[in-house]
């Protein structure tokens, strides 16, 4: 009889061990330390745009967006994703979790070339950041789903976004990469290589 009793307080033991280490990973300490989230996210889930990236982040692919009328292009979106994402998904197809990606999204301005009629990145409009994590870390923020937290910034504020609801704001416009966790991978070729 003593010797089940001593038992049943090791299993109790050991899963209030599991529910607090538990709850610290979902709330304080969300994502692992020296992830690149952690300078992204705020404890309650909210994004900024990460500070140094033009420093640190590597480049994904770009886009160019063209005009209805006219020749070239109106917009140009560079891609960029935090150091060690891109060899992560060149070898099991994912994003790892904290994974940043930041797209700049540039009005564009156009002109003949030496190489042609050539539309440049031309001033910034601002940033879309999405970072790869669970939405049940950050109950009750609206930015989180379907595996990412999901924020537009204006270029004049990198730190708050103006972004309320990512299934308002965001989803239905990803539904064709959906498949592809969200992403539109096919217009990155170093994912490939
Ligand atoms: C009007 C449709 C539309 C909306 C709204 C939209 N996206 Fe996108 N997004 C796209 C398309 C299409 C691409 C790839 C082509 C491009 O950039 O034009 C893209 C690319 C991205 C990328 C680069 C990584 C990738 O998926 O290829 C990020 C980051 C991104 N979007 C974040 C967001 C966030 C965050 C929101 C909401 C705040 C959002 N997007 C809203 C259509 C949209």
Same mark, same amino acid.
């Given at each position: 009889m003593k010797a089940i009793g001593a038992m049943?307080?090791? @299993? !109790?033991?050991?899963?209030?061990?599991?529910? #607090?280490?538990?709850?610290?990973?979902? %709330?304080?300490? +969300?994502?692992?330390?020296?992830?690149p989230a952690e300078a @992204? !996210?705020?404890?309650?889930?909210?994004?900024? #745009?990460?500070?140094?990236?033009?420093? %640190?982040?590597? +480049?994904?692919?770009?886009?160019?967006?063209a005009t209805e009328n006219g020749k070239g292009s109106k917009e140009i979106h560079v891609v960029l994703a935090s150091t060690g994402a891109i060899d992560a998904y060149r070898k099991d197809g994912h994003f790892p979790d904290g994974t940043v990606l930041v797209k700049e999204v540039y009005s564009a301005a156009t002109s003949e070339m030496t190489t042609g009629t050539v539309s440049r990145a031309?001033?910034?409009?601002?940033?879309?950041?999405?970072?790869?994590?669970?939405?049940?870390r950050f109950p009750g923020n609206a930015l989180w789903g379907d595996g990412w937290g999901w924020s537009w910034f204006d270029a004049t504020?990198?730190?708050?976004?103006?972004?309320?609801?990512?299934?308002?704001?965001?989803?239905?416009?990803?539904?064709?990469?959906?498949?592809?966790?969200?992403?539109?991978?096919?217009?990155?070729?170093?994912?490939?290589?």
């Open positions: 049943g307080l090791g @299993v !109790v033991a050991i899963a209030t061990i599991v529910v #607090v280490a538990g709850r610290g990973w979902e %709330t304080a300490e +969300a994502f692992d330390h020296g992830s @992204v !996210v705020d404890a309650r889930g909210n994004l900024r #745009v990460p500070e140094n990236y033009l420093a %640190t982040y590597q +480049a994904l692919g770009s886009w160019a967006i031309d001033s910034l409009k601002g940033w879309f950041v999405m970072v790869k994590g669970d939405a049940s504020n990198p730190s708050k976004t103006t972004s309320t609801d990512y299934a308002l704001d965001c989803k239905a416009c990803h539904v064709p990469a959906q498949a592809t966790e969200w992403v539109y991978v096919n217009g990155y070729p170093v994912l490939k290589r």
